[in-house]
């Protein structure tokens, strides 16, 4: 059973990624659970532009690597958990983060195909109250419309990390803390909703 950690930061392997990596090793500690990372940056992925050539089949009229590298991934049914991990941008996602949401258009006309596949969602920020709750409401509301099974970090609201801690993220304690926590859930919920 597999969880998409999915880094909605332009920037490679740079904080975003970094509590990601925290979030799905965490997952990984639990029997049965394989984690896969993909990163948006560098990636060449157009906003959806309602041209409804989904409406009729589970595929996209844009040529780019969400149709050639997410989709395959996304419609695996081996997969059920996905972690998104976003840094705020102006008290919200990215866009490259909303470009990958609205291109998921297909996999819910096509069948709901990501109906109860467990959610959670990590959001990265310069400030300590950034936006960060904000960002991970903006992404519930989307993940819900496409009928996943929103989990939290076990306590609030899912991951909260502050990039500009200043001991470094690393030492942000607390944020690394709601990551592990977050990705640990989605697992245990992901067992939980599997039991033979
Ligand atoms: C366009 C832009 C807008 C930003 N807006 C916010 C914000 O509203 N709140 C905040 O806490 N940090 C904000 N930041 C800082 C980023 O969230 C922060 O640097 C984040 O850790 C970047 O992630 P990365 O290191 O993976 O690229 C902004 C950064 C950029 C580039």
Redesign the pocket.
């Known amino acids: 059973m597999k969880i998409l950690g999915i880094?909605c930061?332009?920037?490679k392997e740079?904080?975003?990624?970094?509590c990601l990596k925290k979030a799905l090793l965490a997952a990984e500690k639990i029997d049965g659970i394989d984690t896969i990372t993909y990163s948006l940056a560098q990636k060449n992925i157009n906003g959806c532009i309602a041209c409804d050539y989904c409406r009729s089949q589970l595929g996209c009229s844009q040529k780019d690597d969400f149709l050639n590298e997410l989709l395959p991934i996304l419609k695996d049914p081996q997969l059920k958990g996905i972690l998104i991990a976003t840094?705020?941008?102006?008290?919200?996602m990215?866009s490259q983060c909303k470009a990958f949401i609205d291109r998921m258009l297909p996999l819910r006309r096509n069948g709901f195909m990501l109906r109860n596949k467990v959610a959670g969602v990590l959001?990265?920020?310069?400030?300590?109250?950034?936006?960060?709750e904000l960002t991970i409401q903006a992404l519930h509301a989307s993940l819900l419309i496409q009928d996943c099974i929103i989990v939290s970090d076990s306590s609030h609201f899912g991951s909260t990390?502050?990039?500009?801690h200043p001991d470094g993220?690393e030492n942000d304690t607390i944020g690394l803390e709601t990551a592990a926590n977050l990705g640990k859930k989605i697992a245990e919920t992901i067992l939980l909703l599997n039991k033979a």
Do not use: D, H, I, M
């Open positions: 880094s930061s332009p920037r740079k904080s975003t990624e970094y840094p705020v941008y102006f008290g919200s990215s959001a990265v920020g310069g400030s300590r109250n950034g936006g960060q990390c502050w990039e500009r993220l």
